[in-house]
């Protein structure tokens, strides 16, 4: 079965995006990483623009379109709203973002600081979607989806072709999960080269929930991630490609997420949002236990959050 996102998209949407996004580095740890008895490499996505790698998805689509004075819009618990908020002061259009009441005032500030306009689009994160999809269909502004769109899909999935041209290739990646853009283009560039592991808080399993189902489902949200992680359904297109392309998804609870974080502080001196340090709870926490040697890739995907909450 073909994915709904090919290796060549993902190729395209690099060369499309590469001179308005950063190249994030690797910060390799080496053997016996954690005293886990394997070879840990962090990805650092959050040294992103906007904070994320939601710069990726929202470069590609803003400039896969032809864009017109009505601008952009999007919904998002925050780092969509800021990555697309971003890319549209970059590319010169205005943008007006709908996030939900759960959304992080560290993250609305951000958004605003971008020059866009941020609207309270109701409690949760479908609440700000159905308020985004209304002012698109009434405004004509370009809807940016957060996960469940090729352009999205393609823009996260250069995460994967720019680690594997910094190699070597991990045996194991870590990925969060939130509606699925992150994990579904990861998995779409690596799909049968290395083993794709989702990470989801138990508060928050859409994915997790959809792979028992056979099927998207909804779930609720009560996690100390749901402002990223905390998506009801997975995207359509993120499932069939996770499917056939992501080994499984494991769980983490919002005190390993916690631990994370602090350790993170603690010991590299990385400030990281519970969803961005939720890939790394896997592994510290034993909800993916890696084998000996074995070389785990571990994606750290959102800084946005207040300090204060963390130290």
């Not at 549209?88 to 205005?94: C, H, I, M, Q, S």
């Not at 993916?288 to 890739?297: A, D, I, L």
Request: hydrophobic content about 45%.
């Amino acid at each position: 079965m073909t994915l709904p996102v090919t290796r060549d998209d993902i190729s395209v949407a690099y060369r499309r995006i590469a001179s308005n996004i950063r190249h994030t580095p690797l910060m390799v740890l080496g053997q016996n990483s954690f005293g886990l008895g394997c070879d840990v490499t962090l990805k650092l996505e959050f040294l992103q623009h906007a904070g994320s790698f939601k710069s990726r998805g929202a470069f590609n689509t803003l400039l896969s379109h032809e864009l017109t004075q009505a601008g952009v819009t999007a919904a998002s618990g925050g780092n969509h709203g800021a990555a697309v908020a971003f890319a549209a002061r970059e590319l010169g259009v205005t943008a007006k973002i709908f996030v939900p009441e759960i959304s992080s005032p560290i993250k609305i500030a951000t958004i605003r600081s971008f020059g866009a306009e941020a609207v309270v689009g109701g409690a949760r994160y479908d609440d700000a979607q159905a308020a985004c999809n209304l002012y698109a269909e009434e405004s004509g502004a370009l809807l940016v989806h957060p996960f469940n769109a090729p352009a999205t899909l393609a823009g996260q999935g250069t995460i994967g072709l720019e680690w594997e041209q910094d190699g070597p290739l991990p045996d194991t990646v870590l990925i969060a999960c939130g509606g699925g853009g992150l994990i579904g283009g990861i998995a779409a560039w690596w799909q049968g080269k290395v083993k794709v592991v989702g990470v989801e808080p138990e508060g928050s399993r859409c994915l997790h929930a959809a792979l028992e189902a056979g099927a998207p489902v909804p779930v609720e949200v009560n996690s100390v991630a749901g402002d990223s992680l905390g998506a009801k359904r997975v995207g359509q297109m993120s499932f069939d490609i996770a499917k056939q392309a992501v080994d499984h998804v494991a769980l983490v609870t919002d005190d390993a997420i916690r631990s994370a974080q602090k350790q993170l502080w603690r010991d590299f001196r990385i400030m990281s949002e519970p969803g961005g340090a939720a890939a790394l709870a896997a592994l510290l926490s034993g909800a993916y236990k890696p084998s000996k040697g074995e070389r785990v890739g571990v994606l750290l995907c959102g800084a946005n959050v207040d300090p204060a909450t963390v130290a």
